[in-house]
């Protein structure tokens, strides 16, 4: 998505590789997933100190990075996460926040519009959540 660790210009190698003496940089990924981003990071920054927000940001102090990839369907209220990363985030710090793009597309990749009840492809949609609610609920 990023092809690398962090958006090209973010300043996050910066941070990562030029802390001031005495001053070891802290590193926040939330949502980590299967943890690939973290262990890249840990492998090229072994300096970083690394922090999970498994349970809740403000636990573990300041943050100079934190990083929040893909987590659109994890995260339940996005103004309160804004709220509680900006308590966190060190001044100067950075926090990324990256959602891939969803959407629905024909077989000549076009991506669907609105679409109102009765459309095709709005009745195609209704019909896959429901079908998995039924089996849900089986």
Not at 51 to 71: C, N, T
Not at 78 to 106: C, D, H, K, M, Q
């Amino acid at each position: 998505m990023l092809g690398g660790l962090f958006p090209p210009g973010s300043g996050a190698e910066e941070i990562l590789s030029q802390a001031p003496e005495g001053h070891k940089p802290k590193v926040l990924d939330i949502g980590t997933g299967s943890g690939a981003w973290a262990i890249d990071v840990a492998m090229k920054y072994p300096n970083a100190e690394k922090g999970d927000a498994s349970a809740g940001l403000k636990q573990y102090g300041r943050f100079d990075i934190i990083h929040a990839r893909a987590v659109l369907q994890g995260v339940k209220d996005y103004a309160a996460l804004f709220v509680e990363v900006s308590e966190v985030l060190n001044p100067r710090g950075l926090f990324i926040s990256i959602e891939g793009e969803t959407g629905l597309y024909n077989q000549n990749k076009v991506k669907y519009g609105p679409q109102k009840e009765g459309d095709p492809v709005c009745n195609f949609i209704q019909g896959i959540f429901i079908a998995e609610s039924y089996k849900n609920v089986m």
